[in-house]
């Protein structure tokens, strides 16, 4: 793993599935402004597992919710799979999250009312896929996080791990250029965030999607392809390694 | 769309204790509106068939009369009124509709007994009709909400001088005992000599009748009382009725003052032995929903012919059934309107709490790519589907109630009648309330859930996904 200098790093890859161009937010606090972000600029490769590192309220959360679409940059541009997001109006950006970002959070979030399988089904409804290749998909998917034998059953009804697992699924079910999550293991065990994590990686290399984590958990961070360190909005380190 | 239907349905069986309380509101609604709609239904039925039975759902009258006839109802007749009848029955539009067809006068004037022991007289608003006619009438009985019919033989069309008087105005002539009835009480002796009653009507008169008397069937049963009224000639005319029973018509002033006979007797009072006519021409239809139909045929009929005839029908001619109508109209309406009111609340108040409890559910569906109408649609279908189910069962409770009332024999007495009719919630036989009670509380539950169901799709993504 090699030390890069981010702004170069930023500029250099032309593959990339993620580019921020001075991406800042600001949060206007009764009658204070907050930076979150502070003109963060970097590219992010396709097919890597990549980390955001940094300390609480260094801005993690906020960059992945801009990259997700979920939250608007207040400057910057931010382009997902070549797509100036904040060109495209409410609508439009739900589409595209839709059909290209999954994602994965630190409180698994799934529908309660809706089985395990319904809730991996959920994505594949969203963009129209036809009932049979829909049921094909969503078995398989469920068969590849190992929770076949638990389809039927809510989320009320696994454990802290089988709901990331189904969260894991649902993200990936519809085969995204990108799935983006937000501290996926903090709400585990060491030992179940380990088995999370190793899911996590094997479905990654077999579906070469681009991963990206906000995260502070070690064991997560040694597995990544790419690391963004950030402090206080600021990008303050890259390190790029591993296989593409 | 079934994937909205499913996670709203979930969703309402996960706060089943919330979404009880929600829809028995809708239910209470639906099961108010119906039964008082029931209720209000068979009083409409009930009014409509009295009215239709005693006056037919249309009278033809002279132009003019309806507004100005009743001072001088011999100036309004109709002459060669059988061409007119025989016109109307053989038209092809408004013939088969019609179920009965008759000929009736008005008149006015004086009624007196001067019977030998009772010296009374009073005025009269008589009506001559023909009795078989009127028994026909009588039989109709569209919605089934009428008194159950028994045959009244007290007139005939074989005695032309025998009639029916109002209850009131028997007693006035001093006829109870000779009419046997019950809770009437006999005149009061006039101050001064018993035997030399004060009359009050002219003695050239009173000798008119008692000649008129003389010559008449002096053996038939029943008390006779003498009828005098102005011809259409201005000459004063005495006929003599034999009164074969009184009847209640449910109003005081009509009982005091009615005198129902045989349509050639009153003919003979009015017009002598000039040219008999008829203030009206009374039609009774088979259905009450070709009365519209009709009226417009008869005023074509009418143009197309040069008759100066004028229809009219039996809300016009008895304004206390439109006054009823609206009054029993208004208090459904505002039954409804505080029913739907409750239900609005009801729901609002539940989708709000529904909205709240699933801020971070609402954020993770739409992070998935769920837009913004997705999230609204979802609590509006939610909000559907409890209205839609409250009311269903608010509708079953009704039916079951009604036919449980319908079958235990009560009875009342509506406005306008005389004697008890069975009581009825007339809702079974109603889809279109039934329809329409249910759809208002579901669209009423629907368009509750719209202001909620806005908040929640206008929730920043992740701050709902911040939301714990």
Known sequence: MGKTDPLQAATAADNAVVRLSGVAKTYRSGAVDVAALKGISLDIPYHR??????????????????????????????????????????????????????????????????????????????????????????????EAVGLAGQARQRPNEL???????????????????????????????????????????????????????????PQLMSHADETFAIRDGALIDHRSGGSQ | MTLLLKIAFRNLLRNVRRSTMTGSAVAAGALAMLLFGGFVSYIFAGLETNNVQ???????????????????????????????????????????????IT?????????????????????????GLIPSDRERMRQWDEFGAGRPYTADSRMSDRDPSRGLIGVGLARVLGLCAALDMPNCPSLPTPAGSAGQAASSVRPDIANLALRDAAAGDAGKAGPRIDLLAATAGGAPNVVSLTVGGSESQGVKELDDNYVAMPLALAQQLVYGRGEHKVTGIVLQLRRSEDLPAARARLAALFQQNHLDLDVRDFGELTPFYGQVVKMFSFIFLFIALVMGVIVLFAVVNTMTMNVMERTNEIGTIRAMGVRRNGIRAQFIVEGALIGAIGATIGAALAYLIAATLNHAGLTWIPPGNASAVPLRLDVAGRPLLMIGAWAGLALVATLAALLPSNRAARLPVVDALRHV
């Open chain 2, 54 to 100: 005693r006056i037919g759902h249309l009278t033809i009258f002279r132009q003019g009369y309806f507004l100005l006839g009743s001072g001088n109802p011999a100036a309004y007749g109709i002459d060669k009124y059988q061409d007119a009848m025989n016109l109307i029955e053989h038209d092809s539009v408004v013939g088969p509709m019609i179920r009965v």
């Open chain 2, 103 to 127: 000929p009736t006068q008005s008149l006015v004037g004086i009624a007196g007994n001067f019977s030998g022991e009772v010296d009374a007289s009073k005025t009269f608003l008589g009506v």
């Open chain 1, 49 to 142: 597992f990549s980390v955001v590192i940094g300390a609480s309220g260094s801005g993690k959360t906020t960059l992945l919710n801009i990259i997700g679409g979920i939250d608007s940059p207040t400057g910057g541009t931010v382009e997902v799979c070549g797509q100036n997001i904040g060109e495209l109006a409410d609508d439009a950006v739900s589409d595209f999250r839709a059909r290209n970002i999954g994602f994965i959070f630190q409180t698994f979030s799934l529908v309660p009312v809706l089985s395990a399988y319904e809730n991996v089904e959920y994505p594949l409804l969203l963009v129209g896929m036809a009932p049979a290749e829909r049921r094909a998909r969503t078995l398989e998917m469920l």
């Open chain 1, 159 to 217: 454990s802290g791990g089988q709901r990331q697992r189904v969260a894991i699924a649902r993200a990936l079910v519809k085969g995204p250029q990108v799935v983006l999550a937000d501290e996926p293991t903090a709400n585990l065990d060491s030992a179940t965030g380990a088995s999370i994590i190793e899911l996590m990686r094997r479905v990654q290399a077999k579906s070469r999607t681009t991963f990206i984590f906000a995260t502070h958990d």
